[in-house]
């Protein structure tokens, strides 16, 4: 099954993220045709840039693409997406959002599903478990982030 291929993609990302010492989160933007247009992870540490989440890093590597191959693109994350990268698939268009899994954070679905766009989340034990060990290892660094910010 495709998306247990492109997961595992993003997956390879996040686990570059988590022995760069970042915050393990990557992502992968895929074509209608299955092409992948971009792939990135979680950049905050290592480049210092706060905007640099998965799915942004994935959407700045695929670089400017004409606006009609977002549509029936997909994209896939090893984490619920926060509400940043909820709003990027939604300005591009992108109609499908791959979810790894939603146990350590959940994101912007309800909006995205009210917006039109196919959500999926897989479950996935072995993001889940990355994820797991990351908060477990480095409880400050994700304090530090958005996702692990308290919620209202
Ligand atoms: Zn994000």
Redesign the pocket.
């Known amino acids: 099954m495709n998306d247990s291929k492109f997961i595992a993609i993003a997956l390879e990302e996040a686990r570059l993220g988590f022995e760069e010492g970042g915050i393990p989160i990557g992502a992968v933007l895929v074509s209608s045709e299955g092409k992948i247009l971009g792939r990135g992870r979680n950049q905050r540490v290592q480049e210092g840039v706060p905007i640099l989440?998965?799915?942004?890093s994935a959407l700045a590597n695929a670089g400017n693409l004409h606006h009609s191959l977002y549509k029936g693109a997909t994209m896939y994350t090893t984490l619920s997406?926060?509400d940043?990268?909820t709003g990027a698939c939604l300005l591009f268009g992108i109609s499908r959002v791959v979810i790894a899994e939603n146990k350590n954070f959940v994101g912007g679905e309800a909006y995205l599903k009210q917006r039109g766009v196919e959500v999926v989340v897989l479950d996935h034990a072995e993001c889940t478990e990355l994820m797991e060990r990351f908060i477990r290892e480095r409880p400050e660094l994700w304090s530090d982030d958005v996702g692990g910010k308290p919620k209202k």
């Open positions: 989440h998965g799915e942004t997406p926060c940043m990268c």
